[in-house]
């Protein structure tokens, strides 16, 4: 009798644990759909609502601002009642020289006092937000996890606060606050393993409106600088070396041969991206035989060079830095290094 009750217990001690493990399972379920739903959402906002937003970026005790606007307005096609979308965004570097990137629909263009004006054939611009936020978000659940941690206030407005966690220890982890109300960006923080804080973005305006603002309606009237040809750049270059190791997920993007803007230098050069993360890599001849890892951190990102046998190999990405001395130490060579 003793033992048919023991054996009861057990029983019962085992279908309690099980229940409890499946309703957790189903809550973290539930969470991880609800963040990528909140995510899908802030997609579709930064793609389809009109508005005018400043925001800072924090590193290294110092802060960069920035102002946001984005648009879409309706244009009618040879005065018939089929109307054509145009999307509109300025992105505008607040201190020191003027820095500004224009789009028009796929058209953008580069306003920086170091080059005259250009423009290239693109869907979004390139600036401290990341490019996956205005796309499809599903391309990063093979490397990150989803999670919905609760309610917080920020800018004065209510906010989704959602991680997105990175599956193994070789990336960052992001933590987004998004606006209840529109869906919007109003924080964003680049966050280590261990909880450290590396980088932020808080924003300091958010106005969200039925019409475009007159910056748009000026952009959208300005004639942007010829788009220049990146077909023979953006093809992959054969490169005489190889980078054997990266994190999953991380494909390669483009490759080629230039000179550096600053020092000149002629450099080969890789670029690889797990849709969220860039790790550009570059090779180039030293004259220094050997020289140990050296490195530096601009914020969340990290810039690592090692010399050996007089050939240079640099890496550079929001990566951690084990995940960099990887990255350099597995890059070999299979011909003598070609350099324009």
Known sequence: MKLFSFKLL????????LISASFHFSVVAADAEQAKDSLERLSQSLRQLNF????????????????????????????????????L?????????????????????YIEPEYAPYSISSEQISGPIPTVFGRDISILENNYHFVSVGKNRVLGRAAQLIRIVPTDSHRFGYW?????????????AVITRKGKLLEQIQFTHLEITDT??????QLKATELPKIIDLTIAETST???????????????????????????????????????????????PSKAKQRA???????????LNQVINNIEVSVVGKIPLETAKKIVNSVSFNRKLITP
């Open 10 to 17: 057990c029983f019962r001690s085992l279908c309690a644990c």
């Open 52 to 87: 005018n937003t400043s925001f800072v970026v924090v590193k290294n005790n110092q802060a960069e601002p920035y102002h946001w606007l984005h648009g879409i307005v309706k244009e009618e096609i040879d005065n018939s009642l089929n109307n054509d979308e145009v999307e």
């Open 238 to 284: 054969d490169l005489a070396w190889q980078v054997n190791w990266l994190p999953s997920g991380f494909e390669s993007i483009k490759s080629d041969r230039h000179r550096m803007n600053t020092s000149k230098q002629a450099v080969e050069f890789m670029l690889f991206n797990d849709g969220l993360v860039d790790i550009s890599v570059y090779v180039n």
């Open 176 to 188: 987004v606050w998004l606006d209840q109300q529109s869906g919007l960006l109003l924080k964003l």
């Open 293 to 303: 890892v050296e490195f530096a951190n601009d914020g969340a990102t990290l810039v």
């Open 212 to 217: 475009i603002s007159e910056n748009l309606k």
């Open 89 to 109: 965004e300025i992105l505008a570097l607040l201190n020191g020289p003027r820095r500004d990137i224009l789009r028009i629909n796929n058209t953008v263009s």
